[in-house]
């Protein structure tokens, strides 16, 4: 296939990039390359998507698949306007963070969406559930028919530039002293590798699939997560498991972000971390056992520095001021 990547770069559009372009498919990526290059193999548009419609008069020709991970609405609909008429398919990235309740577990793609993101409002974090509503309904309707909404959920694996999903396995690989846990044991976990995802993306272009697919991993209990976490990393300490009433109130955030226990959700969303993806994997998608994607990550934690700051989770310090605060 002829792939033209808008991005490629990061984390999961370089993982596409890398996948495509070692299947032996002409790849190109058109990424404005301030942070990295795309990888090897594959061609290099620099563009700044910043600059609307014109940024893409270098991507001149037929495109089998187009592949854009923006989340950005308007660097979406000029891509659309620009290059859905001479490309056979497009797949939007998307995210379950379209749906607009989290409190039911198990919904699939029928479940009801987010308004989209008024035009002219900026992409923002707070905003980012609207702001991929407002690009799938783009997609919808300029490329209509050749579209597929890939909703993904959670991605982990190695080279996550976010720090969720391997900040438990690195932690209790880093030491053995106490460790903080939320005491939230029987909920669940749901989180795609980035090399099943991109792999997924791939087969759905060269089989030309469409339509909005939930691309998400297996559940698995929180507990599961942690005791599998602890065993690859070799943990020989005590964990703490504490009320999220009193991580609350002391300031520790849920999900992500400095001072952050990963994988936390408040309350009311018992369907964040269930979503179904029966249609997805009839549909070709492929997961391989949570175990290993744990194991992978755990050694790219490892040659990354388990005592780096991190983007997400507890720094030492924090925990170890909760454990002396909670204790007797």
Known sequence: M??????????????????????????TCLARGSAAVPPEGTAWLRADRAAGRQSYEQAAGDWDAVIDVTRDPEHARDALEALAPVAAHWTVVSSCSVYADHSVPGEDESAG????????????????????????????????????????GLIGGPGDSSDRYGYWPARFARDGKPAIVPDIGSSATQVIDVRDLAA???????????????????????????????????????????P?????????????????????????????????????????????????????????????????????????????????????
């Open 2 to 27: 002829r792939i033209l990547i808008l991005g490629g770069t990061a984390f999961l559009s370089a993982e596409i990039a890398r996948q495509a372009a070692a299947a032996g498919h002409d790849v």
């Open 113 to 152: 969406l987010l308004p989209p993101l008024t035009p002219g409002t900026a992409a923002a974090p707070e905003n980012y559930g609207e702001a991929k509503s407002a690009i799938e309904h783009y997609a919808a309707t300029i490329a209509e028919g050749k579209v597929h909404l890939c909703r993904a």
């Open 200 to 242: 997924w993306i791939l087969k759905a272009a060269g089989l030309q699939i469409t339509g909005a697919l939930n691309a998400v991993g297996t559940g698995v209990r929180f507990d599961d997560y942690l005791d599998e976490s602890q065993r690859q990393g070799m943990y020989s300490g005590r964990t703490y498991s504490v």
């Open 244 to 328: 999220e009433d009193w991580l609350v109130a002391r300031g520790i955030g849920y999900w992500a972000g400095p001072d952050s226990l990963p994988l936390w959700l408040p309350a009311g969303h018992d369907g964040f971390a269930t979503r179904s993806n029966a249609a997805a994997v009839a549909a070709g998608l492929n997961l391989r056992p949570w175990q290993e994607t744990l194991r992978d990550t755990l050694e790219d934690e490892r040659r990354r520095g388990l005592d780096r700051e991190r983007k997400a989770g507890l720094s030492a310090g924090t925990e170890r001021r909760l454990v002396e605060e909670f204790l007797p």
